[in-house]
């Protein structure tokens, strides 16, 4: 018991892993270890059987995942209520910008007539047509601004008169080419060829001053006057436009009857004046629609004959050339009488 007993001296390095009994049972192999020795047990008698190395459990065989059965297209998914999306987004944003500009351009016109109106009736506005490069010695001779002078309701047949007295001096043009032509196959046609030299030249400009400008001031102030001036001379000159596409000979238009006698002579000149006549027609049958057009909405107007007369009236008498003409007149007259013998 002493040697159970007795403790190691402070100064001994003892290291209980080297104790005999400890040393002797991990020496012995043919035991099995605590973890399979139950010593409560007393079945048995006598030492623990031996150790047995058991084998591993075999784990059970994997099993694979059922395999999906993939569609031959490829989903995706979202891209078509994706796609739906952005279109309505780019059509929205789009008429966004359409009115946005639209409500640009309205409050520039609305700036525009404020600036007219601040003006006032009698200050002056800046030439701005016809427009001519600023080293010309010759201004431009009228104001016109269709989208500041002339009502919303009317600027369309406005713009649309202006277009087509554009195309009339374009034919005009080019009636001038075709009759050149002719004259230079036969020299004896040099008379229509100097009357369309002064056409170009005289009709140009008078029709511009005798029916645009009258139809111009008419939808700008709904003048009666300015409506009747329009009506007599553009159904003068729709008169003028039929004789020209009938093309008498002689007269300097190409008109069908030119134009089919130069066909056999010469088909390339014939062909540019067949062209013309074209033209000439498309310019009558445009004029007759515009003074339909027109006079259409002339009835809508307040316009009339009687209003047309009390302008003339006062236009008349408010022109400082005729009232000094008829004091003049009128002091002659006075003049004359006095002098004459009693």
Known sequence: MSKYTTFPDATDDHNPFQDPSVTQHSSNTGFATLDLYNPFDNSTAGPP???????PPVPPPAQTPPSRITPTEPRSYGSYGTQSAVNATTADLLKKQEELERKAKELERRERELDAHALGPGASRQNNWPPLPSFCPVGPCFYQDINVEIGQSFQRIVTTMYYYWMFTACTLLFNLISCMAVFFVDASNGVGFGLAILWVILFTPCS??????????????????NFFIFFFVFFAQLVLYVIMTIGIPGWGYS????????????KAVGGIMMLNAVLF?????LGVVLLKRVHSLYRQTTASFEKAQAEFATGVLSNQAVRQAAANATVSAAQGAYAAPR
């Open 281 to 285: 027609t498309a310019q009558a049958a």
């Open 208 to 225: 511009f001053i005798c029916w645009y400008r009258p139809v111009y001031k008419a939808f700008r102030s709904d003048s009666s006057f």
């Open 49 to 55: 059987p031996p150790y047995e190395v058991t084998s």
């Open 255 to 266: 008109g069908w009857i030119v134009s089919l006698a130069a066909l056999r002579t010469n």
